[in-house]
């Protein structure tokens, strides 16, 4: 996949969580094992340090306690505390990771595509099991307008507009799939019209038409785009 993907897109589409919630996981549960140590071992009071102190992970921690109410500005953390709501602390995390990945893709200036694509921290895509490796590949590219179009986001292209219709239109995912009218005779023989709608498109992607539709149809589209776009090269 082009370097430029967004990690959120990564996230959504295979269904993993960051990386944060992985060592959060193992490092909650170290520190309540230092809590049942002795209090002149080493561990233990390192650990109650970075408590008093509010250092490192008991910062973070305590950040992650007061935005959920757990305690007050003025609080520190304790040691009855953490071992009281030691099993809440993963779930508080991946509330708050799964809100600024909401976020992120909401917010998103240049993948505008994303949010309507149902993405998920949970589990991932439908596609990835019922389709190859190369169709999935493909299928991730679209969802997350990482193909080579030339206005892919981020891509750092002067020229962007669709050099296959020129309409002076910019050939994004949108375009390529659902509205350049040199491929409107291809949406014509799979969906009985020229042109497809927003939600057609969204629908499309999402794999409402089955996803070995979509492959079949996108396998149509490249190949005629990819004859067209070398004509055009030999002509110059």
């Given at each position: 996949?082009?370097?430029?993907?967004?990690n959120?897109?990564?996230?959504?589409?295979?269904?993993?969580?960051?990386?944060?919630?992985?060592?959060?996981?193992?490092?909650?549960?170290?520190?309540?094992?230092?809590?049942?140590?002795?209090?002149?071992?080493?561990?233990?009071?390192?650990?109650?340090?970075?408590?008093?102190?509010?250092?490192?992970?008991?910062?973070?921690?305590?950040?992650?306690?007061?935005?959920?109410?757990?305690?007050?500005?003025?609080?520190?953390?304790?040691?009855?505390?953490?071992?009281?709501?030691?099993?809440?602390?993963?779930?508080?995390?991946?509330?708050?990771?799964?809100?600024?990945?909401?976020?992120?893709?909401?917010?998103?200036?240049?993948?505008?595509?994303?949010?309507?694509?149902?993405?998920?921290?949970?589990?991932?895509?439908?596609?990835?099991?019922?389709?190859?490796?190369?169709?999935?590949?493909?299928?991730?590219?679209?969802?997350?307008?990482?193909?080579?179009?030339?206005?892919?986001?981020?891509?750092?292209?002067?020229?962007?507009?669709?050099?296959?219709c020129?309409?002076?239109?910019?050939?994004?995912?949108?375009?390529?799939?659902?509205?350049?009218?040199?491929?409107?005779?291809?949406?014509?023989?799979?969906?009985?019209k020229?042109?497809?709608?927003?939600?057609?498109?969204?629908?499309?992607?999402?794999?409402?038409?089955?996803?070995?539709?979509?492959?079949?149809?996108?396998?149509?589209?490249?190949?005629?785009?990819?004859?067209?776009?070398?004509?055009?090269?030999?002509?110059?």
């Open positions: 996949m082009p370097v430029n993907t967004t959120y897109c990564v996230l959504g589409e295979l269904g993993l969580q960051p990386l944060v919630c992985y060592t959060f996981k193992i490092q909650i549960s170290y520190i309540y094992k230092t809590l049942k140590l002795g209090q002149d071992r080493i561990p233990y009071k390192i650990t109650k340090m970075c408590m008093e102190k509010n250092l490192g992970w008991a910062q973070f921690l305590r950040r992650l306690s007061i935005k959920n109410g757990l305690l007050r500005e003025r609080d520190l953390l304790t040691s009855d505390f953490i071992q009281e709501n030691f099993g809440l602390f993963s779930s508080l995390l991946m509330i708050d990771v799964k809100s600024k990945f909401e976020g992120r893709v909401n917010g998103a200036e240049k993948h505008l595509l994303y949010k309507y694509l149902r993405p998920n921290l949970e589990e991932p895509q439908g596609y990835f099991a019922e389709c190859t490796y190369k169709e999935s590949l493909m299928i991730f590219k679209l969802r997350t307008e990482s193909y080579d179009v030339e206005a892919r986001p981020y891509s750092g292209k002067q020229f962007i507009n669709c050099r296959v020129h309409s002076g239109e910019p050939e994004t995912i949108a375009h390529f799939v659902a509205e350049c009218s040199f491929f409107s005779n291809i949406r014509k023989k799979v969906f009985k020229g042109i497809l709608f927003q939600t057609e498109l969204i629908a499309l992607l999402n794999g409402e038409y089955t996803w070995k539709k979509l492959i079949s149809f996108m396998n149509k589209m490249i190949k005629v785009r990819d004859k067209k776009l070398r004509i055009g090269e030999f002509a110059l």
